[in-house]
Nanobody, 115 residues
Framework: QVQLVESGGGLVQAGGSLRLSCAASGSIFSINVMGWYRQAPGKQRELVAYITSGGSTNYADSVKGRFTISRDNAKNTVYLQINSLKPEDTAVYYC?????????WGQGTQVTVSS
């Protein structure tokens, strides 16, 4: 089992920044990918960004240039730096970790952007 604990969400004004953190613990070996999804009220969960064990990254078109995903392998932590926040970024952000077969999820952290 892998446990994921997110932190860093909050209420911020449009144009502001946040940094989300996701700390992994437990059976973290063989994790291939870690990343973030988000779910806004009334919408489906969507992929925001991910980073592979080799360091490759991928972003949703809607966040390219504003979001940066990174990882600290020594701390088993993935970060999502969010800049130039927009009201449409308001959502619950979920961290995930993927192995070959299993996918693990965090509990989610709320990001609310006021206009």
């Amino acid at each position: 089992q892998v446990q994921l604990v997110e932190s860093g969400g909050g209420l911020v004004q449009a144009g502001g920044s946040l940094r989300l953190s996701c700390a992994a613990s437990g059976s973290i070996f063989s994790i291939n990918v870690m990343g973030w999804y988000r779910q806004a009220p009334g919408k489906q969960r969507e992929l925001v960004a991910y980073i592979t064990s080799g360091g490759s990254t991928n972003y949703a078109d809607s966040v390219k240039g504003r979001f940066t995903i990174s990882r600290d392998n020594a701390k088993n932590t993935v970060y999502l730096q969010i800049n130039s926040l927009k009201p449409e970024d308001t959502a619950v952000y979920y961290c995930y970790a993927r192995k070959v077969v299993e996918t693990y999820w965090g509990q989610g952290t709320q990001v609310t952007v006021s206009s």
